[in-house]
């Protein structure tokens, strides 16, 4: 039973000194260097103290070792970790900054400074080399514990005014006893693949169920997963055992002929998570891999990754139209509710309410109208409202039917609708847009396509105005954000009281 992650972190260090535990395209690190590294920066932040107690770190980096060693440094030293990828948006970027007032950044990647309003230290990756090249001895005897931050990420889109969600130490732990419990039953000392963005709190899938273990992390950068011809030539050659990821990524691969079982034969294990899996995928995945264990799992951010889990069979993809998001985890209950009150009857639709020792302690940070909107005490237990629709079936499994708003699911990001269309009225050529999901015949969203009032403009043809638009908001909006279509309109259909009838429009761009 893991009581203490940092403790059981040095532990499986200890344990697989001279084993590889981070692998970027060949590029490798030990254990021994990740507790060499991470003891280094803790005793330099207590030293220098330029973080106040118990104040977070913004780590601006993609997938590299110091990344996810300065998270294990900081949360030593009693620091949460807030990640923050490389090319995001910059008032994104801002507004995280302007909501957690960190005081340091740790930068592996160019952090531009000089674009942002902020007044904190900044450290490079040379910089945090030296420091870990100090070798500094150190015994945690302070680190993140209890309901103290773990770690904070910051949801709800790339520009506006993102939430941050503070994780607790005892929300990431009752998740890490799952992921290494029975209910998923993987081998201790397993390499797994590390593509997921440590921004999307779906990477502690791999990189803390891994350090847990003794596990390796092979760690694919975000120039490598968009380039397909590469991805496709460098997969078989990992040797991995373990797929965390999204159904649009593991979509992607089977795009691959050689992502299969003899080229990739071990290839054991498959846990997503982010976004709905479908019968079809998981048919084809079984196809390729006709032994492996795939695992459906559910959760918003605000409850520490995921809730509830089951392994899906060959007969539940080949018979259910829509897969189960399977059973809870212990330490959490999920119930579904309408109009205030619980539903208890079987497959009746509501909203999914979670409640227990994942969600979030104190809510949404430095944000208390949001907080009270959306957190609550049910039965005297910390509890959260999704916003996910879904139902309970008589078997006690659980299912999601969408969204009850506006926001949706696009490869694995969260979106909200009204916040694409505001970032889309920031570029100078448009007066008025509304953004609208087209969705697949498998209910997922495939991309997003912006109905568009324009300015009065010169442009020869749509195209020309589209390429200007798109040039217009590079800096932002990242990119899944941005619409792949735009049709240009005079007017939007309104509803009787006035109001853009959006269902309406997202209902015709579906037909």
């Not at 030293?77 to 740790?106: C, D, F, K, W």
């Not at 999204?246 to 089977?254: D, N, Q, R, V, Y």
């Not at 330490?331 to 079987?346: A, F, L, M, R, Y």
């Amino acid at each position: 039973m893991i009581t203490d992650i940092v403790k059981s972190i040095d532990a499986q260090a200890q344990k697989h000194l001279k084993t590889v535990f981070f692998d970027e395209m060949g590029e490798t690190h030990t254990y021994q260097e990740l507790l060499d590294c991470s003891n280094s920066l803790a005793a330099w932040l207590d030293d220098k103290k330029i973080v106040p107690a118990k104040g977070p770190i913004m780590f601006y980096g993609d997938h590299q070792f110091e990344i996810v060693t300065g998270f294990v440094g900081a949360v030593k030293a009693g620091h949460a970790y807030i990640p923050v990828e490389t090319g995001s948006a910059l008032p994104r970027m801002q507004s995280i900054i302007n909501t957690a007032h960190p005081r340091l950044v740790i930068a592996i990647d160019d952090f531009p400074v000089d674009k942002l309003d902020y007044d904190g230290a900044v450290i490079n990756k040379f910089e945090l080399q030296q420091i870990f090249a100090q070798k500094s001895s150190y015994t945690p005897d302070h680190e993140v514990l209890g309901d103290d931050p773990f770690y904070i990420l910051f949801t709800s889109g790339t520009t506006g005014s993102p939430k941050g969600v503070p994780i607790s130490h005892t929300n990431i732990c009752s998740f890490a006893n799952w992921m290494r419990g029975d209910d998923f039953n993987i081998p201790a000392e397993q390499v797994y693949l590390g593509q997921t963005p440590f921004s999307f709190d779906v990477s502690h899938m791999y990189w803390l169920n891994a350090v847990l273990s003794g596990g390796t992390i092979k760690a694919i950068p975000l120039k490598v997963v968009q380039n397909f011809g590469q991805l496709f030539k460098i997969l078989p050659n990992l040797g991995i055992n373990v797929f965390v990821g999204t159904p649009s990524f593991g979509e992607m691969l089977l795009l691959s002929p050689d992502f299969n079982e003899t080229k990739m034969p071990d290839l054991k294990y498959f846990l997503f998570c982010g976004e709905e899996l479908t019968p079809s995928t998981v048919k084809r995945l079984f196809q390729r891999f006709p032994k492996a264990h795939i695992f459906n799992t559910y959760g918003p951010t605000e409850a520490a990754v995921a809730i509830t889990s089951c392994e899906i069979t060959k007969d539940m993809a080949k018979n259910l139209k829509r897969l189960p998001i399977g059973y809870d985890k212990p330490g959490v209950t999920t119930s579904i509710w309408k109009d205030g009150k619980e539903v208890t009857t079987p497959g009746e639709h509501g909203e999914i309410i979670i409640a227990g020792d994942s969600v979030a302690p104190h809510g949404y940070l430095n944000n208390p109208a949001k907080t009270a909107k959306n957190f609550f005490k049910l039965n005297g237990v910390q509890a959260y409202r999704t916003g996910d629709a879904g139902f309970i079936a008589k078997d006690g499994s659980r299912h999601i039917i969408g969204r009850m708003d506006f926001q949706i699911k696009l490869h694995g990001f969260r979106v909200e609708l009204d916040e694409v269309r505001s970032s889309l009225e920031m570029s100078q050529y448009i007066k008025q847009a509304v953004a609208v999901p087209k969705y697949n015949r498998n209910h997922q969203a495939t991309h997003l396509i912006a109905y568009v009032i324009a300015q009065p403009n010169d442009f020869a043809s749509e195209r020309e105005l589209t390429q200007a638009i798109r040039a217009s908001l590079k800096d932002k909006i990242m990119d899944y954000m941005m619409p792949t279509q735009f049709v240009y309109v005079d007017s939007f259909p309104t509803s009787a009281n006035g109001k853009i009838a959006v269902k309406q429009m997202i209902a015709e761009a579906n037909k």
